[in-house]
């Protein structure tokens, strides 16, 4: 590896280590979007990232993947596949509810700036 190689490496891991102390802080019940826990981990505009990121934890990982959401409250894996299907069970059995593949985020969304979050 080169110097530059390193450095990117580095960067790779700062940023995976910032959303996954954000992550990690998510409550059980309450979700939150791609693109908030990017900029709540001081990633900017890095949804897609975020996205990319999450889809390659470890199947035992127990950082809670399946809170995190598209846009809106859009359940993003599809609904029939394994990941999709224990996405959903995990929320149900978190009481959040979902309807047409979609969480109400002013229900279930997570504001840490709010006590009740």
Same mark, same amino acid.
């Given at each position: 590896?080169? @110097?530059?190689? &390193?450095? !990117? ?19 059980? $019940?309450?979700?939150?979007?791609? $693109?908030?826990?990017?900029?709540? @981990? $001081? ?7 975020? $996205?990319? !990121? *999450?889809?390659?934890?470890?199947? &035992? ?9 598209? @846009? ?18 995990? *929320? ?11 969480? &109400? ?8 700036? &709010?006590?009740?979050?």
């Amino acid at each position: 590896m080169n @110097a530059t190689s &390193d450095l !990117t490496q580095e960067s790779n891991d700062a940023r995976r280590a910032a959303l996954y102390l954000v992550m990690d802080q998510i409550p059980p $019940g309450k979700v939150i979007s791609y $693109g908030e826990l990017a900029q709540m @981990a $001081g990633l900017g505009r890095a949804a897609r990232w975020v $996205g990319r !990121t *999450l889809s390659q934890l470890p199947a &035992d990982t127990r950082l809670p993947w399946h809170r995190v959401l598209g @846009a809106g409250g859009r359940l993003s894996l599809q609904q029939g596949t394994p990941s999709g299907e224990e996405q959903r069970a995990r *929320l149900r059995a978190e009481g959040v509810s979902l309807r047409n593949n979609r969480v &109400d985020m002013s229900r279930h969304g997570w504001r840490p700036m &709010d006590h009740n979050s």
